[in-house]
């Protein structure tokens, strides 16, 4: 039987169960990762092993809050620090470290079919939403200024 739990309720035992090796499956909440993570979906963590890379969708802790967050890495800042934004989200969130990060997705279930981030159709889907993002950024610049 599956239940619906908040994730601040489970995250001691996440985090217990990431540590000690094991993968942890659940649904994320929210718009951020649209369209590949629309709330439907499952994802499926394990610990990181080593430094992230371009594209990996860590899950960590948002500095200062207790908000528990799956993003893609879509670069690295200068102190070493990786640069992470939502496949939906204009801003990138700048400072992340490995001690931010709890675990990365290794894989997702859709409509009953798991698919990892390993797959070729997954990593092409990583490059075009990476590459698109200047473009989504210039449009809304200025459909935000032909609203006003």
């Known amino acids: 039987m599956n239940k619906e739990?908040?994730?601040d309720d489970a995250a001691d035992l996440i985090?217990?169960?990431l540590n000690a090796g094991g993968e942890v499956s659940f649904s994320p909440k929210g718009t951020s990762m649209k369209p590949l993570l629309s709330g439907n979906e499952k994802v499926t963590v394990k610990k990181?092993?080593?430094k992230l890379k371009k594209y990996d969708l860590p899950f960590y802790k948002r500095q200062g809050t207790s908000q528990y967050i799956?993003?893609?890495?879509?670069g690295f800042d200068k102190s070493g620090g990786y640069v992470i934004c939502g496949d939906n989200m204009l801003l990138c969130e700048y400072g992340i470290t490995d001690s931010?990060?709890?675990g990365?997705?290794?894989g997702f279930c859709r409509n009953?079919?798991?698919h990892s981030v390993n797959d070729i159709s997954y990593k092409l889907y990583c490059r075009y939403i990476c590459a698109i993002?200047?473009?989504?950024r210039l449009y809304h610049r200025i459909k935000r200024k032909f609203s006003k």
């Open 104 to 106: 990365v997705v290794t």
């Open 15 to 17: 985090i217990e169960k």
């Open 112 to 114: 009953g079919k798991y």
């Open 100 to 102: 931010d990060v709890l």
């Open 70 to 74: 799956i993003h893609r890495v879509v």
């Open 48 to 50: 990181q092993q080593g």
């Open 133 to 136: 993002r200047p473009i989504r």
């Open 5 to 7: 739990i908040n994730i």
